[in-house]
């Protein structure tokens, strides 16, 4: 096919000819980035099918029950899917556990007693979790049922403060939570590697320390999880990574079986535990999304370097840079005001198969503490695996870009956000040259 239809296509799409020649340009030098995400990716892929192929995942797993559901093999096996996926004892993965700050408040929740300490390491946790644990009060939060928090920030460059984590954990520290990825923050994610040196140093002090890792946005971006490196605990989202785009709802915690047990009997109640749940009709689209997830995941990341490179070239601050290595699949890239957060968003929303002729806009949403604005066109509403960009419209006005089902709709909505900065005048032409 000639490369004259490829930019016809896309200039019938709103693309100009300087916004995908940019692009072009850009892709040439990624060969070799995207080169190694795919061969992560081969790996991962052959992971997830070991783990079903071992546990016999069958057509009649992919049914589902109703009521109480009782013996509900389908259920019961893709847990075990996910335990071996993430060499775990076990795990929970409901479609009753309805986001990833559900399924961390239920991790921590279950696992915390009145008098305990909940200790993060990694500085202020996701937004959301602030009203969890009670650092903005909220009705039913941890700090309600006296159990304590302390956090320890990152230094400045990014590492860890060995010195003020050793002074911060004492007797009462039941559980500590480290966030695998950036979330609304310009800090660096963290690599799988790190998170095993910080869990090592913390069990070291303290061996009987819970360590759960909010793993949202991690899932396969490399090949090992933080259960590999010692966590007992990783607690997510499917309609992040692990969901692969096809699971409509849904969270998952990975980890210690009497972990996963408490959280099972907070999740339905004492005694029930993981017996009851019934998974409807959802089980095809969460085996099938897991089992696409290494590859969807490999899409997204081709996407976040593709932004990076981009955005950097013409002067934007992005955090993760256009070189270094990936441990999530955010990107941030920093604008500096409010018009260029927007614009980005608009061209994103543009760019969506679902909803691309609407306009997003800043909204109070519920749990976060600024305007958020945030642009999503996606087959499953809120889904942040598909492409998806948000900003909460406060300093440093930085917009967190990911997901995107497929490598060419990353890329074709990267060239959208793009196309709408250059049209609104906020980039120049002369810069793309
Ligand atoms: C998305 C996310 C959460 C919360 O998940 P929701 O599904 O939005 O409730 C928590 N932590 C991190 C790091 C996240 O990226």
């Not at 200039?11 to 992560?40: H, K, P, T, W």
């Not at 074709?412 to 709408?420: A, C, V, Y």
């Amino acid at each position: 096919m000639s490369e004259n239809k490829t930019l016809e296509i896309y200039q019938s799409m709103g693309i100009c000819e300087e916004v995908y020649s940019y692009g072009n340009r850009i892709l040439g030098s990624l060969a070799e980035r995207f080169a190694a995400i795919d061969a992560n990716a081969e790996y991962n892929q052959l992971k997830v099918l070991k783990a079903m192929q071992e546990c016999q995942v069958s057509e009649a797993c992919l049914l589902g029950t109703t009521g109480y559901g009782y013996n509900d093999i389908g259920r019961d096996a893709l847990e075990a899917v996910y335990a071996k996926v993430f060499h775990t004892e076990d795990a929970l993965v409901r479609p009753q556990i309805t986001c990833g700050t559900h399924a961390l408040a239920l991790a921590l929740m279950s696992n915390l007693r009145p008098g305990d300490e909940l200790f993060s390491p990694v500085g202020k946790p996701y937004d959301t979790l602030e009203e969890v644990i009670g650092i903005r009060p909220s009705k039913g939060s941890l700090a309600e049922y006296g159990i304590t928090y302390r956090q320890v920030d990152l230094l400045p460059d990014g590492s860890f403060d060995y010195e003020n984590i050793k002074k911060n954990i004492n007797k009462k520290t039941k559980l500590v939570t480290i966030q695998r990825s950036k979330g609304y923050q310009t800090r660096p994610t963290l690599s799988v590697d790190r998170i095993g040196e910080l869990i090592h140093f913390i069990k070291e002090i303290k061996p009987d320390v819970i360590c759960m890792v909010d793993n949202c946005y991690g899932e396969f971006v490399e090949t090992k999880e933080p259960s590999d490196v010692g966590a007992d605990m990783v607690v997510g989202s499917l309609i992040k990574n692990p969901g692969g785009g096809l699971a409509p709802i849904g969270g998952y915690i990975a980890g210690k079986k009497e972990c996963v047990e408490n959280a099972a009997y907070r999740l339905t109640s004492p005694g029930l535990g993981k017996e009851v749940g019934a998974s409807l009709g959802i089980l095809t689209n969460f085996y099938q999304g897991f089992f696409l997830a290494p590859t969807v995941t490999a899409g997204a990341l081709k996407g976040a370097v593709f932004a990076a490179n981009i955005y950097e070239k013409l002067g934007f601050a992005v955090v993760p840079d256009g070189t270094e290595s990936r441990h999530d699949i955010i990107q941030a890239v920093t604008f500096g005001n409010a018009e260029g957060v927007i614009a980005f968003c608009e061209g994103i929303q543009a760019a969506a198969p679902v909803d691309s002729h609407v306009t997003p806009e800043p909204w109070d949403m519920p749990g976060y503490d600024a305007k958020v604005i945030m642009a999503a066109g996606a087959f499953v509403s809120g889904s942040s695996i598909e492409l998806s960009a948000d900003g909460p419209i406060k300093p440093p006005f930085a917009v967190y870009f990911q997901g995107g089902l497929t490598w060419q709709h990353a890329k074709f909505g990267i060239l959208k956000s793009l196309q709408s900065l250059v049209d609104k005048g906020l980039i120049s032409k002369e810069f793309l040259k």
